[in-house]
């Protein structure tokens, strides 16, 4: 299997006791069958422990009556971990943040940016990112996420292309921040329509194109959406009024939400650059599944403006932001399923209007 892994992924270290949002409340954290089955045979006071305080039919530790797990102790550390050593821990425990998505013999892993310390590695890298590659004989995953077995590999190799056009753009140096962000949309719909009738070849061209363009004809291709400020602030208020129908996965969602109702949106150009390029990399490859790239394109574009958006909700705080998004949308199969039919079904979510949202002044 090859395997595709961003610079930044070895970088990662969990910042523990020092993580501003932990991840180990909130949410019940589902324990894998050959942990639960350690638990079961476990003696002594801490095999009891455990036993008491697993829901046995969902298999997932309980919460105590703050929302936190409760191995997790006065310091913010896994009391598991502290006792038993990391190989006692579930197997989202030892895992996460990391997270893999399968296409045939081909994985790309990433790391997720529900946790803090994850969101502002990606966030914040200021290198620019590389993919690289190495070979793995094991069809063991490196974390959660589909796996598949045989693809359409001639529409996978054109969406991998068509990517790696995007984040090429997003990397020129001689547009302004903004504007890459516009011309990746722009690409993403007209390559999209190709890729949609199996002209590969059609959207190789239309990627080579919006490549080669010179900085003033994409300025002009996309100023009039600069004067649609007004339309862009509609626009806020109905994307807020989809994020308020999802469920809620993590405590603070509801509070956030509110605050953002009383902001307006908090632009980081740089991190919001890192962020788009972070959902293509993650969703824009599974339309070798359902062969919608435009949806996938757009669902990335909703989940930058929806982050800018919470921002202000959150005191400027993007981090913050991003990762409570999230969890809301990586973590909830029923979140990520309404917010894809809302960008694929939704006229706020064609092409004019995410650009009158994204470059609206």
Known sequence: MRVVYPTYYDSFACSASACPDTCCQGWGIAIDRETYGKYMSLGGLMGAKLRKNIDHRRRRFRLNS???CVFLDSHGLCGLCVDLGEGMMCRTCRIYPRHQESYGDLAEVSLSLSCPEAA???????????YRQR???SEKSMGEGRESGDVDKPLLNALLR???????LLRRGDLGEELRAGAVLALAHDAGKRLDRRNFSGAEAVCARYGAAPPGRLAEKLSPFREMGFQRRKLEEEYLDELEKLEEVSGGWRGLLREARKS???KSPRRELNLLEYFLYLLYPGAVYDGDSWSKARLGAFGLLAVRRLAGGADGDFLRAAWMYSRQVEHSDANLERLETYVRESRSCALPQM???????
Do not use: I, K, N, Y
């Not at 502002?120 to 590389?130: A, C, F, N, P, Y």
């Not at 068509?162 to 090429?168: I, W």
């Open 120 to 130: 502002r590695l990606v966030l914040d890298w200021q290198e620019g990112t590389v």
């Open 355 to 361: 650009l009158a949202c994204l470059l609206g002044e």
């Open 162 to 168: 068509a990517r790696r056009a995007m984040f090429d």
């Open 66 to 68: 703050r929302g936190r």
């Open 264 to 266: 307006t949106s908090e």
């Open 135 to 137: 070979e793995r004989s």
